[in-house]
């Protein structure tokens, strides 16, 4: 059982690059979402899905997009990278979007360092 | 507004000792909260929650949080920490908005144990 699968694991880009963050999850989970994580900050939400076709924005969307065109996958586009996207990027899928007791499964993220 | 403050950044503690990472948030709806883990190079894992009910929540590896509405807090103990423990601790808040679920993240306690 894969779980939330998340490639790359690590990425160097050059300010202006695009580059898609791949996220793949085999639970047939409902909700998939992406969050960064910088130091001292926590986790924020970039963007969120609550099923295939449906897509919305969360704290920090811009400079971000995202597709859901299967259950599976949710792909995270950077359409031109800048430094201070910088980041660890965590992948999270949970079963129901609605059901508050459903906990989040994470991949084991991708770090991106843009120069 | 929803928010979630960890009030300790790092906390340091010798193995075999006490521990307890303090969580505090405002709301003002009823809320559901949580406890996750990171592992050093690892995602989150899900280490308790709080949905309802008692208000002291066990989870894994023998840790605990207890649910204060008065204080508006969620401070996770444990009785007797080992060097395994050592990891970053994010509390969490989750609401529903629009129909689906979101996570809201305290900035994270790195917690080390001292041999």
């Known amino acids: 059982n894969a779980g939330v699968t998340q490639t790359p694991k690590f990425q160097v880009l050059k300010t202006g690059q695009s580059m898609t963050l791949q996220c793949a999850q085999d639970?047939?989970?409902?909700?998939m979402s992406w969050y960064r994580q910088d130091p001292g900050m926590g986790l924020r939400l970039i963007h969120y899905?609550?099923?295939?076709?449906?897509?919305d924005q969360g704290e920090v969307p811009n400079g971000y997009n995202v597709s859901r065109s299967t259950t599976e996958d949710f792909p995270l586009r950077l359409l031109s990278a800048a430094p201070s996207q910088t980041s660890v990027y965590f992948c999270?899928?949970?079963?129901?979007?609605?059901?508050?007791?459903?906990?989040?499964?994470f991949g084991n993220g991708t770090r991106l360092t843009v120069t | 507004a929803q928010s979630v403050t960890q009030l300790d950044s790092q906390v340091p503690v010798f193995e075999e000792a006490p521990v307890e990472l303090r969580c505090n948030y405002s709301s003002s709806v009823s809320v559901y909260l949580f406890w996750y883990v990171q592992y050093p190079n690892q995602g989150l894992q899900l280490l308790l929650k709080y949905l309802s009910g008692s208000t002291l929540v066990k989870g894994i590896n023998g840790f605990e949080a207890e649910f204060n509405k008065s204080q508006t807090s969620f401070h996770l103990r444990k009785p007797s920490v080992h060097i395994s423990d050592t990891a970053e601790y994010f509390c969490a808040v989750s609401l529903i908005i629009q129909g689906a679920q979101k996570l809201v993240f305290g900035q994270g306690t790195r917690l080390t144990i001292n041999p």
């Open positions: 899905s609550v099923g295939a076709g449906i897509t």
């Open positions: 999270a899928s949970s079963y129901s979007r609605t059901a508050y007791n459903s906990p989040l499964h």
């Open positions: 639970m047939n989970h409902e909700y």
